[in-house]
T-cell receptor
Framework: EDKVVQSPLSLVVHEGDTVTLNCSYEVTNFRSLLWYKQEKKAPTFLFMLTSSGIEKKSGRLSSILDKKELSSILNITATQTGDSAIYLCAVEAGWAGNNRKLIWGLGTSLAVNP | DAGVTQSPTHLIKTRGQQVTLRCSPKSGHDTVSWYQQALGQGPQFIFQYYEEEERQRGNFPDRFSGHQFPNYSSELNVNALLLGDSALYLC??????????FGPGTRLTVT
């Protein structure tokens, strides 16, 4: 059965700390891995990763995929209270057409204290 | 450019009742997916609609049904509501590829 596991499930840090969130997967025919940030309601898209070893960066956030280890990390440097959210990882898997699907992890709940 | 919109925002229903949730996709998007998210959980895929047909379905009972209209908007219907159906229901739209844009969700409470 396809699965996506995120760790840790929750994390509390102080402003200015650097955090690393993990996402590992076991799926049939991996296609891409996506990171989302969910604050109050709607998850918002952060990154999509398809190639191993290529870092994607947006401001203080960065992410990289390791297809050999079947995992990805999301780094947040110099954290701010506005980074407090649930970070979701989703993996697109399956064959062409109707068999493609997104499998979601449970998320990592990050709390950044001032 | 309007993003994904959902209605209503909140809803309270009684066990056994039926409910209809609505979603309008982001402009230009033709695919709509519905998710159920319980507190502390990641989104659980219910189904996806494309060209007015259900293209994929997650592991949800037949009490959950949907529809997509020619303008790509969509409805999620849940019959014979159970207490366990209480959750945030998210609609997401996409054009092609896995990147999805989410609406604000409908919070359903079943009492």
């Amino acid at each position: 059965e396809d699965k996506v596991v995120q760790s840790p499930l929750s994390l509390v840090v102080h402003e200015g700390d650097t955090v690393t969130l993990n996402c590992s997967y076991e799926v049939t025919n991996f296609r891409s891995l996506l990171w989302y940030k969910q604050e109050k309601k709607a998850p918002t898209f952060l990154f999509m990763l398809t190639s191993s070893g290529i870092e994607k960066k947006s401001g203080r956030l960065s992410s990289i995929l390791d297809k050999k280890e079947l995992s990805s990390i999301l780094n947040i440097t110099a954290t701010q209270t506005g980074d407090s959210a649930i970070y979701l990882c989703a993996v697109e898997a399956g064959w062409a057409g109707n068999n493609r699907k997104l499998i979601w992890g449970l998320g990592t709940s990050l709390a950044v204290n001032p | 450019d309007a993003g994904v919109t959902q209605s209503p925002t909140h809803l309270i229903k009684t066990r056994g009742q039926q409910v209809t949730l609505r979603c309008s996709p982001k402009s230009g998007h033709d695919t709509v997916s519905w998710y159920q998210q319980a507190l502390g959980q990641g989104p659980q895929f219910i189904f996806q609609y494309y060209e007015e047909e259900e293209r994929q379905r997650g592991n949800f009972p037949d009490r959950f049904s949907g529809h997509q209209f020619p303008n790509y908007s969509s409805e999620l219907n849940v019959n014979a509501l159970l207490l366990g159906d209480s959750a945030l229901y998210l609609c997401a739209s996409s054009l092609w590829g896995p990147e999805q844009y989410f609406g604000p969700g409908t919070r359903l409470t079943v009492t």
